[in-house]
């Protein structure tokens, strides 16, 4: 069995979101070659050679259902990659963008999605210690529609601000795969969800996530430079290095390949082992407190 055979993709149908630039965009190149006809969505032009680029705002409704008109009657993958900083004062639109237009995707798109087919999610490190904060997100995870999952945002936008609404953006797509993996309309037709959480990575978004930290920082008073905040936040205790797109955009492809056609409700943290320093650095605090 050759590698094309191998990830399954070869003349396969795929939807890839956020095409543009980054992961999602290095996802994409790396399907393009393992044969797959990609279906690429994103607000900004897309210069990869897909088979076809719609422009598109993932934050309306109306635009998202458009072209999933447009889209093939069968379709083997989803990635959902696109997303947004947490700039401050937009906290229901980053929510919005990065976790009701991807749940709505994902569940509109079911009728063409082939059976044992996968949605892949991109979720982030920032994520980690969702359940934490369950009773949060379960209210969330309950608003099944995007109209009704857009209202209770509004309502709850001052708890959206404390929380970080870019983590928990995050924090919602993870919830979202290990509560619905075993959901009738995932589990009957063996439909794969699974998600990756990357660690600091460099993308189009990376000078968005300084500036957005410096304009949050300001509004409590502090002048930071927020590249080396990020910087000391993610690197600091290991003396790491920043991530390329491509480190995140294949292991993406891979959950969504033949290869791994037995995970599912998985999220993959990519960050050079932080996950696991910090797991054992809190039980080991937890031990020296008990």
Known sequence: MNLKDMFGYENKNVVVTGAASGMAKAAAQFLIDLGANVYALDLNEVSLPVTRAFRVNLGNKAEIDEVIAQLPDQIHALFSCHGVAAWPGKEVQVMTINYVSQRYLAEQLLPKLADEGSINFIASDGGYGWAKSWDLLSELLACDTF????????????????????????????????????????????????????????????????????????????????????????????????????????????????????????????????????????????????
């Open 147 to 290: 109209e009704s999952a857009v209202e209770w945002l509004t309502a709850n936008e001052e708890t959206i601000r404390q929380e970080n609404s870019y983590v928990l953006s995050k924090k919602m797509l993870i919830a979202y795969i290990k509560s619905h993996v075993w959901s009738p309309e995932y589990i009957r037709r063996r439909i794969r969800i699974n998600a990756i959480s990357p660690g600091y990575t460099k993308t189009g978004l990376t000078d968005d996530f300084a500036k957005a930290a410096e304009e949050t920082a300001s509004l409590a008073g502090h002048a930071i430079n927020g590249l080396d905040t990020i910087e000391t936040m993610y690197l600091s205790e290991w003396n790491g290095r920043v991530a390329t797109s491509e480190e995140m955009g294949y292991p993406l492809v891979f959950l969504g390949s033949r290869m791994a056609s037995y995970i599912s409700g998985q999220d993959l943290n990519i960050s050079y082992g932080k996950d696991a320093f910090f797991d054992v650095r809190a039980l080991r605090e937890a031990q020296a407190n008990a």
